[in-house]
């Protein structure tokens, strides 16, 4: 099963950017379908993007268009651009396999307003 770490969170304002990042510790990373989930405050995980082996992708609908799920198999990395950024998307980013886990440290994401 591959490791998968975290980073690139912070702190910015509303109308900001920032990119997240997903580190898989595992040569045959270009086999794997990987997501990026949110747990947000009151709410439960959900869903952000997907990107899936074969090339497909897909957002949950709050996204509307802000963020951009992108692989680089050369870095086995998975990268999460977000654009746009609202109060409402601060919360804890995480990537996994699937909706299912497994769960790492995840990535802190706050939005000011």
């Known amino acids: 099963q591959v490791e998968l770490v975290e980073s690139g969170g912070g702190l910015v304002q509303a109308g900001g950017s920032l990119r997240l990042s997903c580190a898989a510790r595992?040569?045959?990373?270009?086999?794997?379908?990987i997501g990026w989930y949110r747990q947000v405050p009151g709410k439960q995980r959900e869903l952000v993007a997907f990107?899936?082996?074969?090339?497909?992708?897909i957002y949950g609908p709050f996204v509307e268009g802000r963020f951009i799920i992108a692989r680089d198999n050369s870095k086995n990395t998975v990268y999460l651009q977000m654009n746009r950024l609202k109060s409402e998307d601060t919360g804890v980013y995480y990537c996994?396999?699937?909706?299912?886990?497994?769960w790492g440290q995840g990535t802190q994401v706050t939005v000011s307003s």
């Open positions: 996994a396999p699937s909706q299912d886990g497994p």
């Open positions: 595992r040569s045959t990373f270009t086999t794997d379908d």
């Open positions: 990107t899936y082996k074969h090339g497909a992708e």
